[in-house]
Each structure stands twice: as structure tokens, then as C-alpha cells.
DNA sequence: TTAGGGTTAG
């Protein structure tokens, strides 16, 4: 039979009823104990799948329960500290109304029982029948106390914990170092600062303000809530320092942007564990450092340490970022040769894995193969069908999700956004709302994403007024795309009013401004932010950054600033260039007059100059009436236009804009000996949070007929006027 | 009775 939480082996002593007696309870054999104990000990370490393999080659369940039973019939059925281990063995294994039972039968009880019965509920998340059995409890001291506010934070119900805090000091029960470290821990879990600092005149008067725990549990505070030098002096202060001591200075510097320190820390630290390992190599993982996060993982496996999941599913995480297929393959196997494919970080971060390396199939088949799945498994499938373009099966199967979070609901939105449909995303966030489901910084930066695709301006601003109702317009995620959402509908003000009150911003939040100032005509300012970005950030220019520079030189007039920033792509920022951006150049020169060092520029392009080039510097020689290159243009751009479907409609479009008449007329009159139709042009208009589109050649909207006669009408009263 | 580490969305 498996327990209501997790898979386990079933209760330890299936015993008859004995009757118990309370008088002669001698003490229980240091043998007996020591094999008790180390039951209880391989359950704990190995969880039950360890137990069970142990089982197999040693003795059967059976066997071991008839041994316990064999021991309690040795003492007069009936011993308080092997009851106590039994109840404690099955908790551990989960099975707790085995526990219960036994609990329940016990002719005397002590605080160890009643402990280990409290702990035990708590541990399962048995909320309500741990509270149930600690209020009846009479050994109501600090390690009880201590069980039941450890067991709310475990829980997650940290108001409840500091609750039974305060409760436990009216009742006058001082509390010892794992209380402080509980309290704290809610109070870090709370992200509450001030009511973390106010337990420490107690913890001072108490005298554990030199505990190794207590200092740990402050330090994660400080951390935790951006309090960087206060945990550095804790640190400090520190005489003692345990494993956890520095697992938790390793944050600290990560949390700082310095992973170099954070490696030297680890480098340097006077004891190293699994955690400790797992812990850096998740942090490089995190970071986007997945390099190192594999280089640290086979050098850990070079020294003989023994991996855990954590460490595997960090690795994973690398590859997969890496797409790393057959490494992936590789570290795949060892999990299954260990036996830890069951482990759901581990098997979704596999299936992750196989999705992101585009073996969808493959991820498909681990999915299945797994039997309790959580939501991450589900979450990791949905985003693997969308990132290849499965969009209709990650649908599919989000719909079956049992329970979904709210990743669950970001994934979906982001993989509507991600394919292009975004009137899905607006639909998708709207079944969230409904749902009853909270959107996030992560819903929030895609839905104004699909915005900012549609030039969506209405729909943004009312995003944003959500947005600031939940208190996190500037925040990294949210403020980029609010930036980038009013810079793309054309409200520049907006966007750089969001812009210039972010906190922090990394290069996808200047790409944005910088790009939003450029596209929208404000030269000047481009370069300015431009400018600035290089002297108060450590963010480097990428291509389209430089791309929205370049572009607003060749406005500006700034030819020669214009080709320093094109020769420093390459030789400073190692960035080559792409055809758009030797376009903006001979747009540049042709703009200013430099007509055959356009020409030149273009025949020294490292690859085929597309139309625009030519287009540009056909442009350039109508203003400065260079009829020679012009026409030498013009008999290439035909060329083009033959080679490419479409290539007619645009060179009809370069000659106009050129203000080529005769040239429009042939090319049209040329389109039309072919065969070939011009594509209908199409606007469309936002009314009321719908997108209205109108084609110029086919009256496709519904109420065009309407539309029609309310023009005449408006016609007819304006002549009337 | 406790503190440090892991997977999925942006």
C-alpha cells in the first residue's frame, strides 16, 4: 500500500495486539537500540528507495518488523524508547498512521512521543492533526514548541509559525537555537525584514547570538532581502563557521553579480559537502554560466565526489541551456544507472533537455514514462512543445495539466507569444484571470510583449495600470517591456518615463530605449543614451543596439561618426555586420551626397547586396541628380527584381519614392506583361481592444457596407456646411 | 525540533 504523499514501503510493525504492562520497563538493549537506530538512519538518509534495495539483499520487510516484534515480546511487550523508535522509523518512512496507531496504543507516552507524532504530521504536511495532537499534549516544552513552529514554516504558513512564537513566550517556555532559526526562517520566507531583526535583543538576552545556526539562519536574512553588508559583518563576526556558514557566503557573492569571488570562496572553503557542491554549480547554472557549471561538475566527479540530484539536475539545466545533446545522453545515463531518474527535478530538467535540443519525441517519452508526475513535469512538456513550434499540442496538453500554477499559465501565454499569435495570448491571459489565477512579472512581460508587436497602445495601458496596482512596473522584466511596448505604439515619453525610473537595467532594457529613440526619429537622443549607456553600465553594445546608432547617424546627418561606429563593430565590439547595417551605411553616404563611395561600399559588401542597398543609393542619386549612377543602379535593381517573386512591386516602389515616374510606369507595364499582380496594401485600427483591418483592394470588413454610407453621409452634411 | 543546494515561465 503507498502512503498519501509519497511512495513508501508500508508500516514497520505489523504486530498483534500484546498487552502492554506498565510496571518492568527495563532499558533497551544498546544493541537493539543501535539497530534500531540505524534503521531509522538508512530510511532517513536514502529515502525509501535505498531502504527497500537494502531490504532485498539483507531481509525482507517482514522479517525486520517480526524482529521488533521478537524485541517487544522480549520486554514484557511493551518498552517507551522502542515504542518511540517505531513511531519515529514509521514517520520517517510515511507511514504515519501506523505511527498514529502505535501512538495511540501506548500505555504511557513522553515528550519523545509526543514529538515525534507532532513532527511526524507536520513533515507530511498533516497540518491540522499535528495541531490536533499538540494541543493535547502535556509536554508542552520548547522542543514541542520548536516542532510545531518548524513545522509551519515547513508548510509555508509563517503568520502561524510567528504566532505560536509569541505564544510559546507568554507561555514562558524560553526558546533555544532551533526555535531562533525557525522564526527566522519564516520571517526570511516572509521576506520581513524588520520583524527578522526585532527576535534579535531575545536572541542576545538568550545568549545564542554566537550560534553557529542562529548566525547562518541571520546571514540568509540579510541576503535574502539585499541586506549585503550586514551579512558580510555577521559573517565576520562569526567565531565559529560551519558548512552551511560558507554555502551561504557563496550567495552572497552571487548575489553581488561577483560568481568569480564566489568561486574563490568555494575554492577556499575549509569543508565541502554535496550541498555545498551542488549549490555552486547551480549558481553558474542560474547565472547563465553553463560552461562552468559543467566544468565544475566533471571536476567534482574527477575528485571522487559522489554527485546528487541537485548537482544532477543543475548539470542538466547547463546542457540544456548548452543544447548539449549528447552530453545530455551521456549524464542521462548515469542518473538511470543510479536509479535516480525518479527524481522529478532530475526527470524534468530531462525532458527540458531533449525539448530544447529539439528532440521532442524523445521528451514526450520521458514524460510518459513518468508515474507521478507534479506540475513541473507538465510545465516542462507544455514549453517543449511550444518552443519547436507544437503550439496546437502544448495547448493539448496544458489542458489536461491536473493542477496548474501559474508558471503552467505563463508558459502557455509565452508560447502563444513566442509563435506569433498573439491574439491567443490575450485570450490565454484572460481564461488566467477567470481562472482565479494571479499574474506575475513573468505574465505581465508577455502579454506587453504581444502589445508591443501589435502596436497594441490601449491595450498596453491598461496592462500597465495592472501593473502598478500590483506594485512591479519597475521591475527588470516588467519595466523592459513596458519601455518597449509605448516605444513600439509610438508613445516615446511613456516609454522613457519607465525607462529613466527603472532601478536596474540590463541590455535587453537599453536595446530597447536605444532602439525605441532611433525608430521613432529622435536621433540625437539615441546617441545620447548611447553615450550614457556606455559610460554608467556594464551592459556592451550588440548588434542591434549599434544597428538603431547606426541608423540614427545616417539620420542625423552624422556621416563620419556614422562609419567610425560600422569600422568599430567588428574591430571594438566583435560584432560583424549584417546587411541591414551596411544598408543604414549607404543610406548614410547616398543621404549626404557621397554617391560613389556609396557604390564602392556596396560592391566591397562581403556578401549580395540586397535591394535596399541599391534602393538607398538610387535614392540618394534622385536628390543629387547623378543620372550615371543612377542608371547603372537601376539596371541592377531590375536584375534583382527579376531573380525575386515580388522583386517588380518593389522596384516600382524604389522608383517612386526616387520620384522616377517613367521608370514606375515601365515597371508597372512590365508587371502587367508578366502576369504579375501588385499585393493590396492594408491598414487596420484598434477600437475597443479589437483590431480592425481594412485590405484596400477587397471591402473585407463586415461593417465596411455601413462604414460607406456613414462617409457619404458625413460627406454630404460637410458640403452642407 | 534547525539552518545551506535542485526542475518549468519571463
Redesign the pocket.
Known amino acids: 500500500m503507498r502512503g498519501p504523499t509519497r511512495s513508501h514501503a508500508g508500516p514497520i510493525a505489523r504486530r498483534e495486539k500484546m498487552a502492554p504492562t506498565k510496571e518492568a520497563m527495563p532499558a533497551l538493549p544498546i544493541s537493539v537500540s543501535v539497530r534500531l537506530r540505524s534503521w531509522r538512519m538508512m530510511a532517513r538518509s536514502g529515502g525509501m528507495e535505498k531502504v527497500e534495495k537494502k531490504q532485498e539483499k539483507r531481509e525482507s520487510h517482514a522479517r525486520k518488523s517480526d524482529e521488533v516484534d521478537q524485541i517487544l515480546k522480549e520486554f514484557n511487550g511493551f518498552n517507551l524508547v522502542a515504542h518511540n523508535f517505531l513511531i519515529?522509523a514509521n514517520v520517517d518512512c510515511g507511514s504515519l498512521d501506523e505511527a498514529r496507531r502505535l501512538f495511540d496504543e501506548m500505555p504511557e507516552r513522553n515528550e519523545v512521543s509526543w514529538?515525534?507524532l507532532i513532527?511526524g504530521f507536520m513533515k507530511y504536511g498533516r497540518v491540522k492533526e499535528s495541531i490536533w495532537y499538540f494541543q493535547r499534549n502535556p509536554f508542552q516544552n520548547?522542543?514541542s514548541w520548536?516542532?510545531v513552529i518548524?513545522?509551519f514554516?515547513?508548510n509555508g504558513l509563517n503568520f502561524e509559525a510567528i504566532k505560536h512564537f509569541q505564544r510559546m513566550l507568554e507561555s514562558g517556555v524560553m526558546p533555544?537555537?532551533?526555535?531562533f532559526?525557525?522564526v527566522i526562517?519564516a520571517c526570511?520566507d516572509l521576506g520581513d525584514f524588520g520583524l527578522g531583526m526585532s527576535v534579535l535583543p531575545l536572541i542576545v538576552k538568550v545568549g545564542f547570538e554566537d550560534n553557529?545556526?542562529v548566525s547562518?539562519?541571520l546571514i540568509?536574512l540579510n541576503l535574502r532581502v539585499g541586506e549585503i553588508e550586514l551579512a558580510r559583518r555577521i559573517f565576520n563576526q562569526m567565531e565559529k563557521r560551519?558548512?552551511?556558514t560558507w554555502?551561504?557566503i557563496l550567495?552572497m557573492y552571487v548575489e553581488m553579480g561577483d560568481l568569480g569571488e564566489a568561486r574563490r570562496i568555494f575554492d577556499e572553503m575549509p569543508e565541502r559537502?554535496?550541498?555545498?557542491c551542488?549549490?555552486m554549480i547551480?549558481?553558474y547554472?542560474?547565472s547563465g554560466n553553463a560552461e562552468e557549471a559543467l566544468e565544475l561538475f566533471c571536476q567534482i566527479m574527477q575528485d571522487g565526489f559522489k554527485p546528487?540530484?541537485?548537482?544532477?539536475?543543475?548539470v542538466i539545466?547547463a546542457l540544456?541551456s548548452l543544447k548539449g545533446l549528447q552530453a545530455g545522453k551521456i549524464i542521462h545515463g548515469h542518473v538511470v544507472k543510479l536509479g535516480i531518474e525518479r527524481?522529478?527535478?532530475?526527470s524534468?530538467?530531462l525532458i527540458?533537455l531533449y525539448c530544447k535540443c529539439g528532440k521532442t519525441e524523445d521528451g514526450r517519452l520521458l514524460f510518459d514514462s513518468i508515474w507521478e508526475k507534479?506540475?513541473?513535469?507538465w510545465?516542462?512538456m507544455v514549453?517543449g512543445y511550444s518552443?519547436n513550434g507544437l503550439i496546437e499540442e502544448a495547448r493539448e496538453l496544458f489542458d489536461q495539466i491536473p493542477k496548474k500554477n501559474?508558471?503552467?499559465w505563463?508558459?502557455m501565454v509565452?508560447g502563444y507569444l513566442?509563435n506569433e499569435q498573439f491574439d491567443k495570448v490575450f485570450e490565454v491571459f484572460n481564461e488566467m484571470l477567470l481562472s482565479g489565477e494571479t499574474p506575475?512579472?513573468?505574465t505581465f512581460?508577455?502579454v506587453l510583449?504581444a502589445c508591443a508587436s501589435l502596436a497594441s497602445l490601449e491595450k498596453g495601458k491598461n496592462l500597465h495600470g495592472k501593473v502598478i496596482k500590483l506594485g512591479i512596473q519597475y521591475d527588470i522584466?516588467v519595466g523592459t517591456a513596458l519601455t518597449d511596448m509605448y516605444a513600439k505604439s509610438g508613445d516615446i515619453e511613456s516609454s522613457k518615463w519607465i525607462f529613466n525610473r527603472m532601478p536596474k537595467k540590463n541590455e535587453i532594457t537599453w536595446t530597447a530605449m536605444i532602439q525605441g529613440l532611433a525608430e521613432n526619429g529622435f536621433a540625437e537622443e539615441t546617441l545620447t543614451l548611447f553615450d550614457e549607456m556606455r559610460r554608467t553600465s556594464s551592459v556592451a553594445p550588440n548588434e542591434l543596439i549599434l544597428s538603431a546608432v547606426l541608423f540614427a547617424c545616417s539620420h542625423c546627418g552624422l556621416i563620419d561618426k556614422g562609419l567610425w561606429y560600422f569600422n568599430s563593430m567588428e574591430k571594438v565590439y566583435g560584432i560583424s555586420p549584417n546587411e541591414r547595417n551596411y544598408s543604414c551605411v549607404v543610406d548614410m553616404l547616398s543621404r549626404s551626397g557621397r554617391l560613389s563611395e556609396a557604390e564602392e561600399f556596396i560592391k566591397s559588401m562581403p556578401f549580395q547586396p540586397d535591394a535596399s542597398a541599391w534602393a538607398a543609393l538610387l535614392s540618394g542619386c534622385n536628390t543629387y541628380a547623378d543620372e550615371r549612377i543612377a542608371e547603372r543602379t537601376a539596371k541592377t535593381l531590375c536584375k534583382l527584381a527579376e531573380k525575386k517573386s515580388g522583386g517588380y512591386v518593389l522596384l516600382s516602389n524604389i522608383y517612386a519614392s526616387a520620384g522616377r515616374w517613367i521608370d514606375v510606369l515601365n515597371t508597372r507595364k512590365l508587371m502587367k506583361e508578366k502576369g504579375l499582380k501588385k499585393s493590396s496594401g492594408c491598414s487596420w485600427v484598434e477600437v475597443r481592444n479589437q483590431v480592425h483591418l481594412f485590405n484596400s483592394q477587397d471591402g473585407t470588413h463586415s461593417q465596411s457596407a455601413e462604414m460607406y454610407e456613414i462617409l457619404e453621409l458625413l460627406k454630404s452634411e460637410m458640403l452642407a456646411l
Open positions: 519515529s514529538t515525534a513532527s520548547v522542543i520548536t516542532a518548524s513545522g514554516v515547513q533555544n537555537n532551533i526555535t532559526t525557525s526562517r526570511t553557529v545556526s547562518n539562519s540568509t560551519d558548512v552551511i554555502t551561504a550567495d559537502n554535496e550541498v555545498s551542488s549549490a547551480a549558481r547554472s542560474q546528487n540530484t541537485s548537482c544532477f539536475s543543475s539545466k540544456s527524481d522529478l527535478y532530475v524534468s530538467s527540458d507534479n506540475v513541473v513535469c510545465n516542462s514549453s518552443l501559474n508558471v503552467s505563463n508558459t509565452a513566442e506575475n512579472k513573468s512581460s508577455s510583449c522584466f
